[in-house]
């Protein structure tokens, strides 16, 4: 389940390029209040680790999930000549990613299942064993966390009225790379305190 799960969520060095081209342009920003300056950091940095990518030969997707995100951030603040609302479409989709989560927990199929099944080859084979089941909204709370500590923060400072751009990037620095490390890590944790639990008699369907 570790391995697996380490796989799905791209190891240290997918987490590294999805958050280092974000870290770069959140940063410019904050420090020049140059949205055009930003965005070249940020997309320069993400190619240059999309080049490396293919040179190799691996996976780029983490990378194009974060040369994405950063596009998005520059049009939304471009377009409405609004510095902050570059921040807008991170605070909403932390806020879809937690509710679609919480909702998968409720219903008794945990995002974070259909993580590993996707390595496995199998997206559902998890969902036969009620101890996977169990482990697995567990596992999903931990990155529910992250999402609603940055909407319960970032949302009131979008709201106050006025430029609020330089202190929703410090909280997104803040609460960006720190936060979910600190969530991998509590999932990392909660793996290692013992074997998978597993159902009588059930055949495991990913290895523990």
Request: aromatic fraction near 8%.
């Amino acid at each position: 389940m570790r391995a697996q799960l380490a796989k799905a969520l791209g190891g240290v060095r997918g987490m590294i390029e999805a958050a280092v081209p974000t870290i770069g342009f959140t940063l410019t920003y904050v420090l020049s209040k140059d949205v055009k300056l930003a965005a070249g950091v940020g997309v320069g940095v993400a190619v240059l680790l999309l080049v490396l990518r293919i040179a190799q030969r691996s996976n780029p997707q983490f990378v194009l999930n974060s040369l994405f995100g950063i596009g998005i951030a520059a049009f939304f603040a471009l377009q409405s000549g609004k510095a902050e609302n570059g921040f807008l479409p991170g605070i909403i989709l932390n806020a879809a990613y937690g509710a679609g989560m919480i909702l998968s927990i409720v219903v008794r199929w945990p995002v974070v299942g259909f993580l590993v099944g996707s390595v496995t080859g199998d997206p559902t084979a998890w969902r036969s064993d009620p101890g996977i089941v169990k482990l697995c909204s567990r596992l999903t709370w931990l990155l529910v966390l992250p999402c609603v500590l940055r909407v319960a923060v970032q949302l009131p400072i979008f709201l106050i009225d006025g430029d609020q751009s330089g202190l929703l990037g410090t909280a997104k620095i803040v609460m960006g790379w720190p936060i979910q490390v600190a969530a991998l890590a509590a999932m990392a944790w909660l793996l290692a305190r013992g074997r998978t639990p597993l159902a009588r008699g059930a055949a495991p369907p990913v290895s523990t």
